[in-house]
């Protein structure tokens, strides 16, 4: 796997590459599904995925100013900073990271028009999720149908989403659910063929220290295929 030329850069290990891959669709679908939630302050969220192809796993979400650290399982962590679009992601089970550039992104951000497509319906139905009496819409993503619960009685919702949908917006990721006036309980997303669910399992805050965001010792930096 390795080469005399790579002492401190290693080629993506054919065992991982899936992995990343979905779990940077995963992320993409946490930060959306978190725009109805918290940020600005020391936050925590904590949630369920279940995937019909995938073992469930826990995902932690920490806030802390415009950072954002998200972690699936004991298997990966991604790390961005809002401001910058710099980002990171460990990779634990063989301890490296992958390396996004900042600029780029931000560059992209820049360029991005706004999908008019991926506006929520209602669908004028409520069901209860976590005993909150919540209304059920839709979206679509990129040809992937997003189903949504939202509730307006979770403790202090609107300050909780007004926050959030400012670090969004600075992070200059697609947010679907921004319009939705309410705390989403629960995501189901049907994509290529496979069903993924995210739950809210709690939402605080927490003093979330800065030692989250740093990069850890031990951990050799990856080369993407090109």
Known sequence: MFGPDTPLKIKLNH?????????KLLLGLALAFAATSIAHADIVIEQTIESSVQPTSKMT???????LRTDIGDQMTSILDTETFDSITLMHPNKTIIKG???QLKAAAATATEDLSMKPVDTGKTE???????????????????T?????????????KAELDVQ?????QPNPMAAIDGMVMKTVAEIAGTKMTTTLDSAKKTPVDDS??????GYTEMVMPK
């Open 15 to 23: 065992r991982y590459f899936p992995l990343f891959m979905k779990t």
């Open 61 to 67: 979400m920490k806030m802390k100013g415009s950072k």
């Open 212 to 217: 989250e965001f740093a990069t850890p010792a």
């Open 168 to 172: 969004t917006k600075a992070s200059g």
């Open 148 to 160: 949504i619960w939202a509730t307006k009685d979770y403790p202090d919702y609107a300050a909780i």
């Open 128 to 146: 209860k999720v976590g005993g909150y009496n919540c209304s059920v819409w839709t979206v679509d993503v990129a040809g992937s149908k997003i």
């Open 101 to 103: 550039d900042g600029a």
